[in-house]
């Protein structure tokens, strides 16, 4: 929700004429271009960690090692993949 909120109030400064005056330099472009990255891969980080906490609660919850030794094993695709959007994220917010 906050991610959400947060993109679509800067969209709108971005293409509010009353805001940019009718220009829009080339380091606010590429800033809305990180922006716009940044929150997709939040998204999909987001839509991972809802699939490895049902996959551990509703489908391991039964399982002898039950839901933690799920969330804890590291070398699953999902929790790679987990690590990586991370990563990223974390990587282009510090560059921009």
Request: charged residues 10%; hydrophobic residues 50%.
């Amino acid at each position: 929700g906050l991610f959400l909120c947060l993109f679509v109030v800067t969209l709108y400064l971005y293409f509010n004429p009353a805001y940019n005056n009718g220009r829009q330099d080339n380091h606010t472009s590429v800033m809305i271009s990180v922006s716009a990255v940044m929150f997709f891969i939040t998204t999909f980080h987001l839509a991972i960690d809802c699939y490895r906490l049902l996959q551990a609660f509703i489908d391991k919850c039964l399982d002898l090692s039950g839901p933690n030794a799920y969330i804890s094993d590291l070398k699953a695709w999902h929790n790679i993949l987990k690590l990586f959007l991370l990563g990223t994220q974390q990587t282009l917010g510090s560059a921009a």
